[in-house]
């Protein structure tokens, strides 16, 4: 396909006028890091009154074996790595 044939099809508005389910957009927040989340206060501002509108996941050092309170947003959500060498 050619690149306006692409954007076409892209843009094309679908023919469901409403969807079989209940549909919540929601923005995924990867936060790579080697220990703690830098500011991590300053996130828990920023997605306090925003639950259910947003995922969050911490990919970090396996190294790391920092803690995260349990009413943190940060909490459970670390993604296991592997350093190659």
């Known amino acids: 396909m050619e690149e306006d044939e692409l954007l076409w099809r892209a843009s094309m508005v679908s023919p469901i006028q409403e969807f079989p389910f209940k549909r919540v957009p929601k923005v995924a927040f990867l936060f790579l890091t080697r220990g703690e989340v830098t500011f991590a206060p300053l ?13 969050v996941y911490v990919h970090s050092s396996p190294s790391f074996n920092g ?6 947003v940060f909490h ?3 993604i296991p790595s592997k350093v190659s060498k």
Do not use: D, N, Q
């Open 43 to 55: 996130w828990e501002m920023f997605f306090k009154g925003h639950e259910g509108l947003y995922s």
């Open 76 to 78: 459970g959500r670390r």
């Open 67 to 72: 803690t995260v309170p349990e009413a943190s």
